[in-house]
């Protein structure tokens, strides 16, 4: 039986069992990029549904260019929506991560996707979870280096 929530967009994996001993197949592992800081281009962003909290978030995926030893190794940054916002509040994620991209906003100006979109940022990342199952974060844009 499939909760409301997990029908409004949540990521559902089939279970395809191979074998008595399979579990399930990993599809993607998060990296572990031991910097404060990294330059990076964000390849992609999209807008994800997470039931468990009932929240709709913009993840921002940024691959490393910079430290080459880390270069192709791909960080999100998640950014948190909320649908009655007219528009986001200065202290928001969305606002702060705006201005960078743009280097300053004004009134009425819209943002979008190609303000970030194949653009390299300087970004300041941490590490979310802990052991073996810890991963890099972007926790905030810094600058804007290239676009």
């Given at each position: 039986m499939t909760s409301k929530a997990g029908q409004q967009g949540s990521r559902v994996v089939p279970f395809e069992r191979t074998d008595?001993?399979?579990?399930?197949?990993?599809?993607?592992?998060?990296?572990?990029?031991?910097?404060?800081?990294?330059?990076?281009?964000?390849?992609?962003?999209?807008?994800?549904?997470?039931?468990?909290?009932?929240?709709?978030?913009?993840?921002?995926?940024?691959?490393?260019?910079?430290?080459?030893?880390?270069?192709?190794?791909?960080?999100p940054m998640f950014v948190r929506v909320v649908k009655s916002w007219k528009t986001p509040p200065k202290a928001s994620k969305l606002f702060k991560i705006a201005c960078v991209a743009s280097g300053g906003l004004r009134k009425g100006q819209l943002v979008t996707k190609s303000m970030f979109l194949n653009k390299m940022f300087r970004c300041q990342l941490r590490q979310s979870g802990k052991g073996p199952a810890a991963y890099t974060v972007v926790e905030k844009i810094l600058e804007k280096l290239t676009g």
């Open positions: 008595d001993d399979t579990l399930c197949t990993i599809e993607e592992v998060p990296a572990l990029v031991p910097c404060k800081e990294v330059e990076a281009v964000c390849r992609d962003v999209e807008k994800v549904y997470y039931s468990p909290y009932q929240q709709e978030k913009w993840v921002f995926k940024f691959s490393v260019v910079v430290p080459e030893q880390y270069a192709g190794n791909v960080v």
